[in-house]
């Protein structure tokens, strides 16, 4: 599969669309009164969640993993398919692969919620472990898929999963009408990307802010510096986010598109955790609540506004999860 030779467009985004239609789950977006008093006691913000923590697999990633994987040639089918991936990505390459009827292997680190390990294997997917802190898990996955001849799909740099992440905020989007403001969390900036692509198109005058781990501002300190910097492994909650750096694909479509990047904290994200349980009755990871937290804990301010929120995932074992929020 060749890699786009144009910058990633909207239409990427409604042509991986069409592809996950049917296959893809059309998550709800839910609102809160309660969400909106705490952003704006006088009344005037409106937020909109969208939950793929409801998504198949439970997370955005099966959207970009799919979208991928239906674009293999009959050679690519045939040798199967191999990413890299903490958690999610994990399960949505191996679930996608059963669906596509062919082969999945996946890097894990060593330390992986074990709850998305036991979901990634039970989808069928080979899980090989490495150390998050020692090795190099890109080096390791071009050294598996050259030996074994499989397709690698990297969890966020490559525009299939760029523009399959977008599909979510289309979606919201298509639901709502326009927005004032759009917070997306931040990792490897597939779902930021592909969101702003969307946002680009539909909602034009609604600002783009990713959200990340105040540990890993890998990708804050990239836009703000216009290129690309690598912070090592982060310490944070958020496993989905423990990314060091953005990828390239990524990066063309956020420095194009997206207003800014600001960070939460390992606190804040516990504080939004428990608020999603508590009041709006929903399982929500520690990286899912990266944007809400960002509006509910008043790191960006969004009184008067419309404003999207994307909750990433639902995908956290529930020991760490009353743990977290004891």
């Known amino acids: 599969m060749l890699e786009n030779a144009t910058p990633l467009q909207y239409g990427d985004v409604e042509q991986a669309a069409a592809r996950i239609d049917g296959a893809a789950h059309r998550t709800p977006v839910l609102t809160s009164r309660t969400a909106d008093a705490a952003v704006d006691p006088a009344g005037g913000a409106t937020l909109f969640f ?21 674009r293999f040639t009959e050679e690519q089918r045939r040798a199967g398919v191999l990413t890299y991936s903490s958690g999610n ?16 292997a996946i890097i894990m680190p060593n330390d992986a919620p074990a709850l998305k390990v036991a979901a990634t294997r039970e989808y069928g997917g080979e899980v090989i472990f490495y150390d998050r802190y020692t090795e ?37 989007f298509d639901d709502v009408g326009e927005l004032d403001v759009l917070l997306v969390p931040l990792g490897g900036g597939g779902l930021l990307a592909g969101s702003a692509l ?21 990708g804050q300190q990239s836009l703000r510096t216009g290129r690309i910097v690598d912070i090592g492994v ?27 990047i600001v960070t939460v904290s390992d606190d804040q994200l516990v504080a939004t955790m428990k608020f ?19 509006a509910l ?16 995932g639902g995908n956290v074992d529930l020991a760490r999860f009353a743990k977290l929020v004891a």
């Open 50 to 70: 969208k939950c793929e923590n409801f998504q198949r697999m439970g997370a955005f990633k099966f959207r970009g993993a799919y979208n991928a994987i239906a």
């Open 89 to 104: 990505h994990a399960q949505a390459i191996a679930l996608s692969a059963r669906l596509a009827g062919i082969r999945a």
């Open 136 to 172: 190099n898990r890109e080096e390791i996955g071009r050294r598996l898929a050259q030996e074994r001849g499989m397709t690698l799909i990297p969890p966020y740099d490559h525009p299939d999963v760029i523009a399959g992440q977008g599909t979510a905020a289309k979606e919201l």
């Open 198 to 218: 969307s946002a680009s198109a539909l909602s034009p005058n609604c600002k783009v802010i990713g959200v990340e781990p105040e540990a890993g501002n890998d």
């Open 234 to 260: 982060p310490q944070t909650i958020a496993d989905g986010a423990q990314t060091s750096h953005l990828g390239q694909h990524n990066f063309e479509v956020i420095r194009r598109l997206v207003d800014d």
């Open 276 to 294: 999603f349980a508590e009041r709006m009755k929903m399982v929500v990871e520690p990286t899912g609540c990266l944007a809400a937290a960002a």
């Open 297 to 312: 804990q008043g790191v960006y301010p969004v009184a008067g506004k419309k404003v999207g929120i994307l909750i990433s």
